[in-house]
């Protein structure tokens, strides 16, 4: 069986029919959609340039029983209690993502994390309507860039100092620019306090009026129905390397998955569509008896303010050389390097290729020519 029909849920009944399971599979999930991709929802769907993002995959030739709209309510060796009824299992698949955290306050709150979320949202973008996204995140800037093409106007109110802190730290800075040019009102080192009727109180008192607030301020993995279950919890559902829970025949997959990681000797949670298209393969081999690891070099994009942004790897406590200048040349990227000049991690924007070829450096471990590394007119593959 398989629980949440995002897409590693999905992914995980294609991974089981490819490793040759005959059996009956099914796969349950709380939302009245056939399986889609989220990451189109903030740009596609929101700029008004589709309607679906359902996932190519024939649901009817897996012969899997889909069941749409069953949530599941707690877990007990070899049952899954649903909506529906007990339904048992001998293997089990976790994937049940992640979900959007709210801010306090009565007022109306939009996140952006479902199909029906963005179609709602984009339904309120018209000229004039005046928007207050909280958070400068990934999400945020999408729905900025989203929001002021169809020319509403937007304040964007951001805790930390710079956008995109948590995931570039003051790399992030250079981002501003791209805010300004848009015509947002970008409002760092900003807390709200909650949100209210016709907008947000923000901490120091004062308000922001706004028509719709959009809050992107980050997500929680969808666990709840595990409390009491047997599977350890700490931050998502907790995994060995191969993807397995602390419950025999349970493994978990995607968003809600905290694995341990090989690679950096650490517990990792990504939460990024990379991670729900590839980890089912080795969580579904790993539940037939197979031996596999999962280990990737964590990869993620945003598309924002009409440029690509795309990061690989982890740069905690990596030393930044910078490739190009962000004030000057508006394709720039960043690498960070350990202490034996070997890349971490990479960050480019409009360098699509920077980023496979690090990727592959990360991957490979090499110590690299940090001078040549900070030179943007020599490919990351020649230092
Ligand atoms: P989900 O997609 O969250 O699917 C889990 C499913 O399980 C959901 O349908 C949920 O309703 C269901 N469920 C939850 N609880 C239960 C229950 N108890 N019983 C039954 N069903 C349940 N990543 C990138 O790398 N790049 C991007 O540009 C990008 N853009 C994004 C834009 C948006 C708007 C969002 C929301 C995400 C974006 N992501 C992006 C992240 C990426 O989409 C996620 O990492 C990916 O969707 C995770 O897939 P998942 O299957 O693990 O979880």
Same mark, same amino acid.
């Given at each position: 069986?398989?629980?949440?029909?995002?897409?590693?849920?999905?992914?995980?009944?294609?991974?089981?029919?490819?490793?040759?399971?005959?059996?009956?599979?099914?796969?349950?999930?709380?939302?009245?959609?056939?399986?889609?991709?989220?990451?189109?929802?903030?740009?596609?769907?929101?700029?008004? =340039?589709?309607?679906? @993002? +359902? $996932?190519?995959?024939?649901?009817?030739? %897996?012969?899997?029983?889909?069941? *749409?709209?069953? &949530?599941?309510?707690?877990?007990?060796?070899?049952?899954?209690?649903?909506?529906?009824?007990?339904?048992?299992?001998?293997?089990?698949?976790?994937?049940?993502?992640?979900?959007?955290?709210?801010?306090?306050?009565?007022?109306?709150?939009?996140?952006?994390?479902?199909?029906?979320?963005?179609?709602?949202?984009?339904?309120?973008?018209?000229?004039?309507?005046?928007?207050?996204?909280?958070?400068?995140?990934?999400?945020?800037?999408?729905?900025?860039?989203?929001?002021?093409?169809? =020319?509403?106007?937007? @304040? +964007? $109110?951001?805790?930390?100092?710079?956008? %995109?802190?948590?995931?570039?730290? *003051?790399?992030? &800075?250079?981002?501003?620019?791209?805010?300004?040019?848009?015509?947002?009102?970008?409002?760092?080192?900003?807390?709200?306090?909650?949100?209210?009727?016709?907008?947000?109180?923000?901490?120091?008192?004062?308000?922001?009026?706004?028509?719709?607030?959009?809050?992107?301020?980050?997500?929680?993995?969808?666990?709840?129905?595990?409390?009491?279950?047997?599977?350890?919890?700490?931050?998502?559902?907790?995994?060995?390397?191969?993807?397995?829970?602390?419950?025999?025949?349970?493994?978990?997959?995607?968003?809600?998955?905290?694995?341990?990681?090989?690679?950096?000797?650490?517990?990792?949670?990504?939460?990024?569509?990379?991670?729900?298209?590839?980890?089912?393969?080795?969580?579904?081999?790993?539940?037939?008896?197979?031996?596999?690891?999962?280990?990737?070099?964590?990869?993620?994009?945003?598309?924002?303010?009409?440029?690509?942004?795309?990061?690989?790897?982890?740069?905690?406590?990596?030393?930044?050389?910078?490739?190009?200048?962000?004030?000057?040349?508006?394709?720039?990227?960043?690498?960070?390097?350990?202490?034996?000049?070997?890349?971490?991690?990479?960050?480019?924007?409009?360098?699509?290729?920077?980023?496979?070829?690090?990727?592959?450096?990360?991957?490979?471990?090499?110590?690299?020519?940090?001078?040549?590394?900070?030179?943007?007119?020599?490919?990351?593959?020649?230092?």
């Amino acid at each position: 069986m398989v629980v949440g029909a995002g897409l590693a849920g999905v992914r995980s009944v294609e991974a089981l029919r490819a490793h040759g399971f005959a059996g009956t599979i099914t796969l349950i999930g709380e939302e009245r959609h056939r399986p889609y991709d989220r990451p189109p929802l903030s740009k596609a769907v929101l700029l008004g =340039g589709t309607d679906s @993002t +359902v $996932v190519d995959s024939d649901l009817g030739a %897996l012969e899997v029983s889909f069941r *749409p709209g069953a &949530a599941a309510k707690g877990l007990r060796p070899g049952v899954v209690e649903t909506t529906e009824g007990e339904l048992p299992y001998d293997g089990l698949v976790i994937a049940t993502g992640a979900r959007p955290v709210r801010l306090l306050g009565d007022g109306p709150q939009h996140v952006l994390r479902t199909i029906d979320d963005a179609l709602g949202l984009r339904a309120l973008f018209a000229p004039g309507v005046r928007i207050a996204v909280v958070g400068a995140g990934w999400i945020g800037a999408e729905v900025t860039t989203a929001a002021r093409r169809a =020319g509403c106007e937007v @304040t +964007v $109110v951001e805790a930390a100092d710079v956008p %995109l802190a948590a995931a570039l730290g *003051p790399v992030g &800075a250079w981002t501003v620019p791209w805010y300004e040019q848009a015509g947002v009102d970008l409002r760092l080192g900003t807390a709200v306090a909650s949100v209210d009727h016709g907008g947000l109180t923000l901490a120091d008192g004062s308000a922001v009026e706004a028509d719709v607030v959009v809050t992107g301020v980050g997500v929680r993995p969808a666990v709840e129905w595990l409390a009491g279950s047997g599977v350890g919890l700490d931050d998502g559902v907790v995994t060995d390397e191969h993807l397995r829970t602390s419950l025999p025949g349970v493994v978990a997959v995607g968003d809600c998955a905290a694995w341990w990681s090989r690679r950096y000797g650490r517990r990792l949670r990504v939460e990024h569509w990379d991670t729900a298209l590839n980890a089912p393969e080795v969580a579904v081999a790993s539940l037939m008896g197979e031996e596999a690891v999962y280990d990737p070099v964590p990869y993620f994009w945003s598309e924002q303010f009409g440029h690509m942004v795309q990061y690989a790897g982890r740069h905690d406590g990596g030393r930044l050389v910078m490739r190009g200048d962000p004030g000057a040349d508006p394709k720039w990227g960043a690498c960070w390097v350990d202490d034996r000049d070997r890349l971490v991690a990479v960050l480019s924007v409009d360098r699509p290729r920077d980023l496979v070829q690090g990727r592959r450096l990360i991957e490979g471990g090499r110590p690299l020519d940090v001078e040549r590394l900070a030179d943007p007119a020599v490919a990351l593959r020649d230092c």
